[in-house]
């Protein structure tokens, strides 16, 4: 390397100080399907997931419908949609299952929705331990109940958002995803779609494995 392509790469990994509006480093998208009080189904694409052992947490806004489902019925289907269906995903992205629209949400094009599936063009597949139905065309369905919502204070005290930490009950996995004959999932055949500061994304080629790797 040169001394000025030297210099370069110096500069460009210099850190620089910011503030960025938004935090969404990169989490896979998860559509949430909860029961509504009237029986029929709500579909609430989220982003803000991670799993440890048979857990599921979620960061939930407080005014989404899929929260209240959540914490009244106390079960959700968390369906990982493929890169191919982001455009599924963001046909239901200014829709919410909340009749009153939040004001702050009414005025960034919010509208209430009351089949999001018909919006999305998805598919319920019937669930075998919760009520809340799976979504078909999502190659990886975990069935989960919950466990606790731990709500965090807004500025004016009450809850801007729901911590909501969930058990997984069962997982579904379309069979062209699992090793043969296993329980694994291969890495190599399964893609995340990943939120990426509100941009979506696919991922790369593998580029290695964990000691704990199953698989
Ligand atoms: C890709 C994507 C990721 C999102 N991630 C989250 C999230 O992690 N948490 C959250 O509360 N809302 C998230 N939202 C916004 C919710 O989808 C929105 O609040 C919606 O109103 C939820 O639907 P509901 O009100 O019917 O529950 C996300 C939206 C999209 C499109």
Redo the contacts with the bound molecule.
Sequence with gaps: MNCLAGWREREAREPITITPKILYFGTP?VLITTMNLDGSV????????WALGDRVV????A?????ENLMRQGECALNFPSPALWEN??RI?R????REVPSD?AAIG?EYVAD?FALAELTQTGSETIAPPRIAECPLQFEAELVEARPSKGPEGQPA?YIAETRVKRVHAHRDIVVDGTDHIDPARWEPLL?VFRH?FGTGADLGKTFKAQY
């Design positions: 998208v709500n579909i609430s694409p989220m982003s803000s997931a979620l960061g939930c806004t005014s989404g419908q899929g929260i995903v963001e992205a829709a919410t299952g909340r949400k919010y999001k958002f939120y979506y």
